[in-house]
């Protein structure tokens, strides 16, 4: 068995003690004669594992009361319209544009009313975050909007928003349990699974109770409905269950980590080797302001476009995968989540030393 370092930035690296888990339980879910994959949704098994997975995430995040877990399916993409939809009470709210994926949620948002860009960053290709102290927030805003991490750039709030009193709402898709966050500081937390917490096919959401519609015009699907999700305990539909049964399991290797801020501790390590190279570096170059700078996506450029090309070609060979940067900007990019082990960063880092020693 082969495995290599997988730096992509979603579907990602999961960590291998998970896999391994996972493996041993796929025929045999613990004496039940079948893999999670085949039971019934409305089992005492799946409930427990259902269960388990929520109360695991409540104690990671220390998720205050008046708060729904809700396990949903669609991807982020999907929740760029729900948002909106039963959100959007007096058909107003505030977008701080930090990139594609918050673009894309804005462009999302202008369907169901008024979505206004209150702040943005791509007067400088979205290499920074920008300053939130004192935005023009809308008076009859229902809540303001913003991307957390943005994937594709590599920037990340360090700080939030100030709102001035409107809910905040926030896509964490790719730095979901990267480090400690303050649930109470926002309306709702959501990312789709793939990036930081599981397979793909899981969106996973915390939402104030009070934000949650009672009721909302009869032609709106009944699926799109936030209220039919947290009334049945995420059991409406036939839920995404092998993802949940996975993010679970990962939830508990988080515990196992010494919680977020365990897993801060050890993110931050991983990035400071990544990053002070690249500070230290006479080829390569982060690419983002540097009190921007993410933990999990590190963006970063020769200058030379056939240099990165021959990085990345030479990279993979020696088993350092998914390193081209996104289409929408090039160069290279290393998605360091959760689950990659320093020595896969510590690896990347002497192959690029030697890189950089043989190219100049
Ligand atoms: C990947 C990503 C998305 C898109 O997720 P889908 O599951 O493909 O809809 C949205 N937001 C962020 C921050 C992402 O990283």
Known sequence: MKRIYNFSAGPAVLPEEVLQEAAGEMLDYRGCGMSVMEMSH???MFENILAEAEQDLRDLLAVPQGYKVLFLQGGAHLQFAMLPLNLMKNHTADYIITGHWAKRAWSEAKKFGAANAIASSEDK???YIPDCADLPVSDNADYVYICENNTIYGTKFHTLPNTKGKPLV??????FLSEPMDVSSYGVIY???QKN????GVVVMIIREDLIPDSLPESVPTMLRYKTHADNGSMYNTPPCYGIYMCGKVFKWIKAQGGLEGMKKINEKK????YNYLDSSKLFHGTVEKSSRSLMNVPFITGDADIDAKFIKEAAAAGFENLKGHRSVGGMRASIYNAMPEAGVQALVDFMKNFEAENS
């Open 42 to 44: 409305r089992s005492k």
């Open 197 to 200: 917490i599981g397979p793909a």
């Open 271 to 274: 990035a400071a080797i990544l």
């Open 125 to 127: 290709t979205f290499s």
């Open 191 to 193: 990312g789709g699974a």
């Open 170 to 175: 926030a896509d964490v898709s790719s730095c």
